[in-house]
């Protein structure tokens, strides 16, 4: 019983520093999104609850990891406990959150796509959609959300390209008085690359949330092993005091017993 206890003891440690090795990858991301977007002067409008999210669902789940190891190390049932609580939450909430995006990535090509040609043509497009989309086009090396139609005339200086060479480049024809012009623009439009990032963000995210229902599980499994234990090891110690001690016949058993 001892071996069994110290081994759950060990996996339920391990399976704790994962998890907060995850948590700590869910803080990385989170700044690494952060400082991408910073870097590429793009405003955190709109982003602000996603990174607070990250930065809580990270935050947390090394709080909880630390509260299971410790349990674990110190054999302590209210941490114990408190951690097997959390994990019964942290696996429905993560296995929900896992299938709900599941269910809705098929259809998120669509969506996108929908949403993105209802902001066509981009040159009758407010000021903040060009600005956004300027910086995109140059970040990505594309040209227009679907094409550089999508500009028509109005190609920005964002969509130039200098290197043919590498087959980015195509030429397209625009009217500049009366004269038949020639620019040379990215061959690439830019909701391809858009899609294949988004989607590739939404898989880690995914991944993410069925890791940590993963985690989830197995640590609700050993804490709960370990608390029965814990609970089964208390026991013989107040069952074997009374063996210690033979006790006394009644009083009138001594009486009947007694030579006449």
Not at 19 to 26: K, N, P, R
Not at 69 to 76: D, E, V
Not at 183 to 210: E, Y
Not at 218 to 227: A, C, K, N, Q
Request: neutral net charge; contains cysteine; aromatic residues 6%.
């Amino acid at each position: 019983m001892t071996q069994v206890k110290s081994c759950v003891k060990i996996s339920l440690i391990v399976s704790n520093v994962f998890f907060a090795i995850v948590g700590g990858a869910i803080i990385c991301l989170a700044l690494l999104v952060e400082a991408v977007t910073r870097s590429n002067d793009a405003s955190l409008e709109g982003r602000y609850t996603g990174l607070i999210l990250l930065y809580v669902v990270g935050t947390v789940t090394m709080a909880i990891a630390a509260v299971g190891a410790y349990g674990a190390h110190r054999q302590s049932l209210p941490a114990l406990i408190v951690f097997l609580v959390c994990m019964v939450i942290g696996t429905l909430m993560m296995l929900r959150v896992g299938i709900s995006l599941a269910a809705v990535r098929p259809e998120l090509e669509g969506v996108m796509s929908d949403k993105f040609r209802q902001l066509l043509p981009l040159d009758e497009a407010n000021e903040k959609t060009k600005k956004i989309t300027n910086v995109i086009q140059e970040t990505l090396q594309c040209c227009g959300v679907f094409s550089s139609d999508d500009w028509r005339q109005e190609l920005p200086d964002s969509c130039l390209c200098d290197e043919p060479a590498e087959g980015k480049c195509r030429d397209v024809g625009y009217n500049f008085m009366m004269l038949q012009m020639k620019k040379s623009v990215f061959r690439q439009p830019c909701f391809p690359i858009m899609v294949h990032f988004v989607l590739l963000t939404f898989d880690i995210v995914m991944g993410m949330a069925f890791v940590l229902a993963t985690l989830a599980l197995l640590g609700l499994t050993l804490s709960s092993v370990l608390i029965s234990q814990l609970h089964a090891g208390a026991r013989p110690a107040v069952l074997l005091v009374p063996a210690l001690f033979k006790p006394a016949p009644p009083k009138y058993q001594e009486l009947r017993d007694a030579p006449m």
